[in-house]
């Protein structure tokens, strides 16, 4: 069983930036497809960005230039690299990982992290 922790939320102010972390207990780079998601208070769940077991990388289009999504296969870890946040980008942040990335995009990952939190102010 994969467990997933991340870090590095917290509360910054807009215009700042914030890098987030998911450590892996096992390895799953190269099999697997591994994504953010986010989830504002009141709204559905939705994915940020995406990184194939190839190392190709997709963002919905509201972080496009301003998120990075990248990964260390050594150290089993995702991370996210968030530059010039916005308040509208607060929200809980969960990494996920499946082999299918088709049930990565569908929402429905086999592992799912805990969560960590952002807040933007503005």
């Known amino acids: 069983q994969v467990q997933l922790v991340e870090s590095g939320g917290g509360s910054v102010q807009a215009g700042g930036s914030l890098r987030l972390s998911c450590a892996a207990s096992?390895?799953?780079?190269?099999?697997?497809?591994m994504a953010w998601f986010r989830q504002a208070s009141g709204k559905e769940r939705e994915p940020v960005a995406v990184?194939?077991?190839?190392?190709?990388?997709s963002y919905v289009g509201s972080v496009k230039g301003r998120f990075t999504i990248s990964k260390d296969n050594v150290k089993n870890t995702l991370y996210l690299q968030m530059n010039s946040l916005k308040p509208e980008d607060s929200a809980m942040y969960y990494c996920?990982?499946?082999?299918?990335?088709?049930?990565?995009?569908?929402?429905?990952?086999?592992?799912w992290g805990q969560g960590t939190q952002v807040t933007v102010s503005s």
């Open positions: 096992t390895y799953t780079g190269r099999s697997a497809c």
């Open positions: 996920a990982a499946d082999s299918s990335r088709g049930r990565v995009m569908s929402g429905v990952s086999k592992h």
């Open positions: 990184i194939d077991s190839d190392g190709t990388d």
